[in-house]
């Protein structure tokens, strides 16, 4: 969930559809701008962004380049995970973008995302570093931008009483979402020891408002979210210095995301029956009742089509879940051993990423996240239908965000592969259900989200 919320503040997006019809004015007399960023998470220092514009050649097309760098310095349970970011998009001289390279890499894992536009389509790759993933969109004859560059671009334009509205492109979800830009005041700022007067315009995205402050030639000196992260125009010195996480000044960054109990719970993995109210409403949670073994449906139950990052149709996947479970047709026993070894098998350590199956099959690591894509791929290769569930878990007096999945022999049933649960336990509290697409949702409520335990057993 941690990744996914990084993904959405800091990587780059595609804008694929302008109905303002506003155009870009990169001056042709300009021949670089650059700016630093350092990136903030409740005051404390965790990364910086730099951003450079300059003129460029392209397979002989004259035109401007936009290339990106993002590091970020994360403490987790008490280890320092970096996570760095490198990307490019360039466009011609007519302001049309032409094509696009975004890298992302944390600890063992990688995303790889490039695109061109070639007859009205923006053709994009992805590739984890086991598989590659490719998609076609259809888009309009409207320029294209990346959303780095957006604010000096278009925002100048705008006056309390116009708005601007976009589709973008996430290249990592492969998804398309609705922005809203709109200017809502001015206001003097502090940066590199002046105050300067700074225009300030807010951006709804998944459901995400977050403020501008853009100074009157077009520099970004300021961009918060209201979950706490800030980037503030900063020397390149400055940015850069990122020697000491926030470790030692507070919680680390999975505590900072947790909702504290007001109940203290003993023996929390064995609740059977769980009360809570949730904005402000009560919801009974009950731990699922293991399944009659001749009542289970025998496998395959479905063919079922593969999900991105879920590649349960490949040959290794396929391979290892027959292995795993060997002669056994019984939905339910076949479910319980793939759990035992995925919970045995990978090494739990907090990962910072979007995970795919093959990739944790590779690194044979990480957290609730990789256990659970993994487990799902390979239990929806063997034909049993899995889903999977974001929500919240109970852990040493807070509530923690948790991917769970569970799976269909007959009836639904929780399980837990990253705590080696067969049913997982009453404080397992669902909020969405899918992959990475629906778990954006979870970013619309993570500030918001309210909860008090009333009763357990």
Known sequence: MIGILFNKEVLPAFIITNPSGYKIELTKDLPMRESWMGIYFKDKRIGFSNTVINQDVDSGIAGYRINETTLLK?????????????????????????????????????????????????????????????????????????????????????????????????????????????????????????????????????????????????????????????????????????????LGQGRDLLSEFSLSSNLEIKDPRNVSYFKIEKDNADLEIYRDREPEIQKALNIPIEDIPQEQFVESKDDRIIKLAKEIVGAEKNSWLAAKKILKWTYSNIRKTPTLSVPSALSVLVNMEGDCNEHTVLFTALTRSLGIPTKMVAGLVYLEGSFYYHVWPKVYVGKWINMDPTLGQETSDATHIPLVEGGIKEQIELIKIISELKIEVLDYK
Request: charged letters at 30%; proline letters at 1%.
């Open 74 to 246: 994360l403490n987790i349970l008490g280890e320092d995970r970096f996570v760095r970011i490198r990307g490019n998009a360039f466009f011609n001289e007519d302001y049309a973008l032409k094509n696009f390279y975004y890298k992302m890499v944390s600890g063992s894992y990688k995303i790889d995302v490039s695109g061109e536009i070639a007859d009205n389509f923006l053709k994009v790759k992805l590739d984890n570093g086991q598989g590659k993933i490719e998609k076609n969109i259809a888009v309009k004859n409207n320029t294209l931008i990346s959303s780095s560059i957006a604010p000096f671009l278009l925002f100048k334009k705008l006056d309390a009483s116009k708005e601007l509205n976009f589709e973008i492109f996430d290249p990592v979800s492969m998804a398309i979402n609705k922005v809203n830009i709109k200017k809502i005041g001015s206001d003097l700022i502090e940066s590199g020891g002046n105050k300067i007067e700074a225009d300030i315009f807010e951006i709804d995205c998944y459901g995400i408002k977050t403020r501008t402050w853009m100074a009157r030639d077009g520099d970004i000196l300021k961009e918060e979210s209201g979950l706490g992260f800030t980037m503030l125009k900063e020397n390149a010195k400055d940015a850069m210095n990122i020697s000491n996480s926030f």
